[in-house]
């Protein structure tokens, strides 16, 4: 059996997405077929369109999602028809080198579900981050779906799928934030405010957000920073030196991914402290530093890749301490569309003015 649905496709580089029916094929042994009640509008997204993650075109798009599992394939036991789940892209295979070594959060062999979800016309399609959510059912490995509390709202739970997972996990599992630290975060869309929100938690004495946008910097403050530096006005190295003492911060968490602002963010830490990279450059950036500073600055400088998260352990996780007024997922949805003002939701992206469109269906 096949299921027709709605879902969102990009069919060609820059062009704008398309509304149309793709085929949706029954789960196979370790797959999950799930019905998205929410899915996000992420940057990853747009790069998918742009064709700046790769060229596989046509693309479903869509990945930061929430849903209800409807039916599963032979052999799956995690999750059961009718769990709520939100979605992951690092389904860890539990056998490669990384997870071997205990590193399960590098898995070199995460898993996506084998049969090919296609277009009316066969067309295979491309699911984004091995996903493709802006659709009314999507078809995934198993291992993709974590069952949390059903009392979350799909809108702000379907969030840490991936950039608010990606930022608070950049401060606290990569960055390794703890009581009393000083923390500044560089880029304060979705992403940064998820590391403000994750420095927050993990009780960091003072939290420096820094961006462009008062927007951005008014919404960080929300979420738990005690101090906004304008960068458009203000020199945030020197800034944010003068607000630890002239010392720079412990940890410092660039969430913008282009030279210029890593160069502040290693600037701007203390001695022996860490720089956690999350922002996505493209790839022609390069950088150039001192070899000199690197080795006489000492501390860490680290990527984070999803917040090194385990979705079965940070998820639920995450999900309780939000049903406990602990962590404020619904500040990140700025607005909730419908499945055909995803185009629409990029331009707004673009403009800066949105923490996260959410798509409902």
């Given at each position: 059996?096949?299921?027709?649905?709605?879902?969102?496709?990009?069919?060609?580089?820059?062009?704008?997405?398309?509304?149309?029916?793709?085929?949706?094929?029954?789960?196979?042994?370790?797959?999950?077929?799930?019905?998205?009640?929410?899915?996000?509008?992420?940057?990853?997204?747009?790069?998918?369109?742009?064709?700046?993650?790769?060229?596989?075109?046509?693309?479903?798009?869509?990945?930061?999602?929430?849903?209800?599992?409807?039916?599963?394939?032979?052999?799956?036991?995690?999750?059961?028809?009718?769990?709520?789940?939100?979605?992951?892209?690092?389904?860890?295979?539990?056998?490669?080198?990384?997870?071997?070594?205990?590193?399960?959060?590098?898995?070199?062999?995460?898993?996506?579900?084998?049969?090919?979800?296609?277009?009316?016309?066969?067309?295979?399609?491309?699911?984004?981050?091995?996903?493709?959510?802006?659709?009314?059912?999507?078809?995934?490995?198993?291992?993709?779906?974590?069952?949390?509390?059903?009392?979350?709202?799909?809108?702000?739970?379907?969030?840490?799928?991936?950039?608010?997972?990606?930022?608070?996990?950049?401060?606290?599992?990569?960055?390794?934030?703890?009581?009393?630290?000083?923390?500044?975060?560089?880029?304060?869309?979705?992403?940064?405010?998820?590391?403000?929100?994750?420095?927050?938690?993990?009780?960091?004495?003072?939290?420096?957000?820094?961006?462009?946008?008062?927007?951005?910097?008014?919404?960080?403050?929300?979420?738990?920073?005690?101090?906004?530096?304008?960068?458009?006005?203000?020199?945030?190295?020197?800034?944010?030196?003068?607000?630890?003492?002239?010392?720079?911060?412990?940890?410092?968490?660039?969430?913008?991914?282009?030279?210029?602002?890593?160069?502040?963010?290693?600037?701007?830490?203390?001695?022996?402290?860490?720089?956690?990279?999350?922002?996505?450059?493209?790839?022609?950036?390069?950088?150039?530093?001192?070899?000199?500073?690197?080795?006489?600055?000492?501390?860490?400088?680290?990527?984070?890749?999803?917040?090194?998260?385990?979705?079965?352990?940070?998820?639920?996780?995450?999900?309780?301490?939000?049903?406990q007024g602990r962590l404020d997922l619904d500040a990140f949805v700025t607005e909730t569309i419908a499945l055909d003002g995803v185009e629409a939701a990029f331009?707004?992206?673009?403009?800066?003015?949105?923490?996260?469109?959410?798509?409902?269906?």
């Amino acid at each position: 059996m096949t299921h027709q649905v709605r879902a969102v496709v990009a069919r060609a580089k820059g062009a704008p997405v398309s509304l149309e029916t793709i085929t949706v094929p029954d789960p196979g042994p370790g797959e999950a077929l799930v019905r998205i009640e929410a899915c996000g509008v992420c940057h990853t997204d747009l790069h998918y369109r742009e064709g700046g993650i790769s060229d596989d075109f046509p693309f479903l798009l869509g990945h930061e999602a929430a849903g209800t599992v409807e039916s599963v394939g032979a052999g799956v036991a995690d999750v059961a028809p009718g769990d709520f789940v939100i979605l992951n892209w690092r389904a860890v295979c539990g056998q490669c080198r990384a997870c071997l070594r205990g590193r399960p959060w590098y898995c070199f062999d995460a898993r996506n579900a084998k049969q090919k979800m296609t277009l009316a016309d066969g067309t295979e399609l491309s699911p984004a981050l091995g996903i493709g959510a802006f659709a009314e059912k999507t078809l995934v490995a198993a291992g993709q779906c974590t069952k949390v509390d059903r009392a979350a709202s799909a809108a702000a739970a379907g969030l840490l799928g991936c950039g608010v997972m990606a930022g608070l996990g950049a401060a606290v599992n990569t960055g390794g934030v703890g009581r009393g630290d000083s923390v500044a975060v560089i880029g304060c869309g979705g992403v940064g405010a998820a590391a403000v929100a994750g420095a927050y938690l993990a009780g960091a004495a003072e939290i420096i957000a820094v961006d462009v946008d008062d927007r951005k910097l008014e919404a960080a403050g929300k979420l738990g920073a005690t101090h906004t530096v304008n960068s458009r006005d203000a020199d945030p190295v020197a800034a944010i030196r003068e607000l630890t003492g002239g010392f720079g911060a412990d940890v410092v968490v660039e969430a913008v991914g282009r030279p210029e602002t890593y160069e502040q963010a290693f600037y701007a830490r203390d001695l022996a402290g860490t720089v956690v990279l999350v922002g996505v450059p493209t790839p022609e950036m390069k950088l150039e530093l001192p070899l000199l500073d690197v080795f006489g600055r000492g501390g860490a400088l680290k990527s984070s890749w999803y917040g090194d998260c385990l979705p079965g352990r940070d998820f639920p996780m995450l999900i309780d301490l939000y049903l406990q007024g602990r962590l404020d997922l619904d500040a990140f949805v700025t607005e909730t569309i419908a499945l055909d003002g995803v185009e629409a939701a990029f331009e707004r992206m673009r403009e800066g003015g949105v923490l996260r469109s959410v798509v409902v269906l």
